[in-house]
T-cell receptor, first 115, second 114 residues
Framework: AQSVTQLGSHVSVSEGALVLLRCNYSSSVPPYLFWYVQYPNQGLQLLLKYTSAATLVKGINGFEAEFKKSETSFHLTKPSAHMSDAAEYFCAVSDLRNNFNKFYFGSGTKLNVKP | DADVTQTPRNRITKTGKRIMLECSQTKGHDRMYWYRQDPGLGLRLIYYSFDVKDINKGEISDGYSVSRQAQAKFSLSLESAIPNQTALYFC?????????????FGPGTRLTVT
């Protein structure tokens, strides 16, 4: 079965510091991977997605993620955190086994940005 | 106006009551989904639908039912609410496609069952 693991339910960084949010997936077929962000009292919105075109994916708000098949990872990074980045981040995977019908979400990582 | 809307946004109900959560979308997408979000568990799929005549169970469908009244409307019902159905519920839509297209989420419905 597919699964997504996000290591660290809470991550705290200082403003201006590197942001690294981890996502590992399990899938026996090529996966398609997504990062979503959820601001307080809002629904999720897409940050970026990997659909096999390029392993380094750039998203909105300066975020990017790199697909590493050998490590089954799709970690999210941002070089310099901003206070407005404080939110919860979810990694999700879909693949051909379910005809891309379903998306499986990780448990989420809450990012706190300290001034 | 928001592309995916959910009503109500907040609801408190008692154990044993029937409750319906509604979702409407103006994106023209065929695919619609219902998820519940619990702290530390992420989002779990309850039901999904690819058109009016196509309804599928997700991972946690027990205790829930759905109705796809039109392409734009997808409702979630709790026939007899219980306290462990207290959660944040999200509706989402996506466009058909391979590779898969991203999902668009509504603002959520916070449901409390007492």
């Amino acid at each position: 079965a597919q699964s997504v693991t996000q290591l660290g339910s809470h991550v705290s960084v200082s403003e201006g510091a590197l942001v690294l949010l981890r996502c590992n997936y399990s899938s026996s077929v090529p996966p398609y991977l997504f990062w979503y962000v959820q601001y307080p009292n809002q629904g999720l919105q897409l940050l970026l997605k990997y659909t096999s075109a390029a392993t380094l994916v750039k998203g909105i708000n300066g975020f990017e993620a790199e697909f590493k098949k050998s490590e089954t990872s799709f970690h999210l990074t941002k070089p310099s955190a901003h206070m407005s980045d404080a939110a919860e981040y979810f990694c999700a995977v879909s693949d051909l086994r379910n005809n891309f019908n379903k998306f499986y979400f990780g448990s989420g990582t809450k990012l706190n940005v300290k001034p | 106006d928001a592309d995916v809307t959910q009503t109500p946004r907040n609801r408190i109900t008692k154990t044993g009551k029937r409750i319906m959560l509604e979702c409407s979308q103006t994106k023209g997408h065929d695919r619609m989904y219902w998820y519940r979000q619990d702290p530390g568990l992420g989002l779990r799929l309850i039901y999904y639908s690819f058109d009016v005549k196509d309804i599928n169970k997700g991972e946690i469908s027990d205790g829930y039912s759905v109705s796809r009244q039109a392409q734009a409307k997808f409702s979630l019902s709790l026939e007899s609410a219980i306290p462990n159905q207290t959660a944040l519920y999200f509706c989402a839509t996506s466009q058909d496609g391979s590779p898969p297209n991203e999902q668009y989420f509504g603002p959520g419905t916070r449901l409390t069952v007492t």
